[in-house]
């Protein structure tokens, strides 16, 4: 089957220093991409860059201090990217925090930026504008598809960067532009946001209980980037919602259901 080839691609991947964005940095750099990530923490950042351009080449990696919800800053950082690189074919979008005591600050990243970052990537990239195409992945979670009451203002911004992919991946224009959309959604890790709940939990309701019950049933780093390779890889992406879980991989369609004048739902 015909695919979209990583290869030579240029990545652009925010929150990459750590966690699962610097896992998947490392994934497609084996499959002999280039990558240029930002985070807003400029050690461990400059220390990513150091161990990736041991493993993959110095030129091949760069790295960028950058608050994302910094429009300048980002937009600063992506032309710094087209002009080491030539071009970004693939954003990212990854950079997200736990934090239910700082609703502005949690929404600001994980949703707010989602969008701010895919807008600046669709000027760059757009045919009509200049650009070569490209693609815009949103870094979601199974708490894009789910419910946790533990975490509503997190759970609620990675439920809107899934809605805004689908919304976005519909426009008419997409073709014409070389554009496309999609979102990916790995159950917990034992890297990334999922064990930083322990480690702050900000106002986060039950914290121990939601730790505990993912005990035994965390996806493996491995299958997450192997999924989202198969995910970029795809012939044509647009719309795609990929779900990864421990023993599952599988795509999602969230459709309405209507269930007339039955409430709760079943009576």
Not at 100 to 113: L, P, S, V
Not at 129 to 138: S, T
Not at 195 to 206: K, L, M, Q, V
Request: some cysteine; overall charge positive; aromatic content about 10%.
């Amino acid at each position: 089957m015909p695919s979209y080839e990583i290869r030579d691609k240029v990545f652009f991947i925010t929150g990459g220093a750590r966690g699962l964005g610097k896992e998947i940095a490392k994934g497609v750099l084996a499959k002999g991409s280039k990558v240029f990530f930002v985070d807003i923490l400029k050690e461990k950042g400059e220390e990513t860059l150091r161990e990736m351009a041991h493993h993959f080449g110095a030129k091949n990696v760069a790295f960028s201090q950058v608050d994302v919800v910094n429009k300048d800053e980002f937009e600063g950082a992506f032309n710094e990217a087209t002009q080491k690189f030539g071009q970004v074919d693939v954003l990212l979008n990854n950079a997200a925090i736990v934090d239910e005591t700082n609703t502005k600050r949690t929404a600001d990243i994980n949703f707010f930026a989602v969008i701010q970052g895919s807008q600046v990537a669709s000027s760059h990239m757009r045919k009509d504008k200049g650009g070569k195409g490209g693609r815009i992945i949103a870094m979601s979670s199974i708490a894009g598809l789910n419910y946790y009451y533990q975490l509503p203002v997190y759970n609620a911004t990675k439920h809107g960067i899934r809605v805004y992919s689908k919304a976005s991946s519909q426009n008419p224009a997409n073709e014409a532009m070389g554009l496309e959309f999609a979102c990916f959604h790995p159950d917990a890790a034992n890297v990334g946001v999922f064990p930083r709940i322990d480690e702050a939990r900000r106002g986060i309701a039950e914290a121990a209980q939601l730790i505990e019950s993912y005990q035994g049933k965390f996806v493996s780093v491995a299958s997450v980037v192997e999924a989202f390779i198969d995910l970029v890889s795809l012939e044509k992406m647009n719309g795609a919602d990929l779900y990864v879980g421990k023993n599952k991989k599988t795509f999602i369609d969230m459709k309405k259901q209507e269930v007339r004048d039955k409430f709760p739902i079943g009576s």
